[in-house]
């Protein structure tokens, strides 16, 4: 069974500061995704991180992949209030888009 | 372009009274999914359809049914509903894998 594990689950930060949410998962993966879901609303695509190494960048979070240590990042610079929302990742397991998991999320709240 | 749509918003239900969500897409992806929000337990996959057809089974799919009569359309069914289901329901859709999310019902059962 695929498990998503997503650290920290809260993170109350300051604007410019940099942190990093981390997304471990616990078998082999084809994908691994970010969504953004900001409180009330529906969850948005971010990221889509498709082979080991993959790197993408949008504005002040860039997320990252290492397939080997099933370990992804999101990665946020210079935080600003707007960034406040919750983060979720999910993982497709091996053979088919109908088996994504989703992470917990992650609750981050940027204090001006 | 709508995207997905979902209806109700909201509704308050009493236990034992059958209910359907509708999801309506409007992408032709091939591929759906109705999803539970929970406080705490982050996203779970009640019922997936790969194609229009054809539908399986999530992590979740007790208490719940689905149909998928064309590719548009994919409703949720409560037969008779308990307290326990009391949630938020999203439904998406997927191309390439990325899904893209509706807007959500959120469901209260007393």
């Known amino acids: 069974e695929l498990k998503v594990e997503q650290n920290p689950l809260f993170l109350s930060m300051q604007e410019g500061k940099n942190y990093t949410i981390y997304c471990n998962y616990s078998t082999t993966s084809d994908r691994l995704y970010w969504y953004r879901q900001d409180p009330g609303k529906s969850l948005e695509s971010l990221f889509v991180?498709?082979?080991?190494?993959a790197v993408k960048q949008e504005g002040r979070l860039m997320a990252s992949l290492d397939t080997k240590a099933r370990l992804s990042t999101l990665h946020i610079t210079a935080a600003v209030h707007d960034l406040s929302a919750t983060y979720f990742c999910a993982v497709d397991a091996v053979g088919g888009y109908q088996k994504v998991t989703f992470g917990t999320g992650t609750k981050l709240q940027v204090i001006p | 372009i709508a995207g997905i749509t979902q209806a109700p918003t909201s509704q308050i239900l009493a236990a034992g009274r059958r209910m359907t969500l509708r999801c309506t897409q409007d992408?032709?992806?091939?591929?759906m999914y109705w999803y539970r929000q929970d406080l705490g337990l982050g996203l779970r996959l009640i019922h997936y359809?790969?194609?229009?057809?054809?539908?399986g089974k999530g992590e979740v799919p007790d208490g719940y049914s689905v149909s998928r009569a064309n590719t548009d359309d994919f409703p949720l069914t409560l037969a008779s509903a308990v307290p326990s289901q009391t949630s938020v329901y999203f439904c998406?859709?997927?191309?390439?894998?990325?899904?893209?999310f509706g807007p959500g019902t959120r469901l209260t059962v007393l």
């Open positions: 991180l498709l082979s080991n190494g």
């Open positions: 998406a859709s997927s191309e390439a894998g990325t899904q893209y």
């Open positions: 359809s790969n194609t229009a057809g054809t539908t």
């Open positions: 992408m032709r992806h091939n591929a």
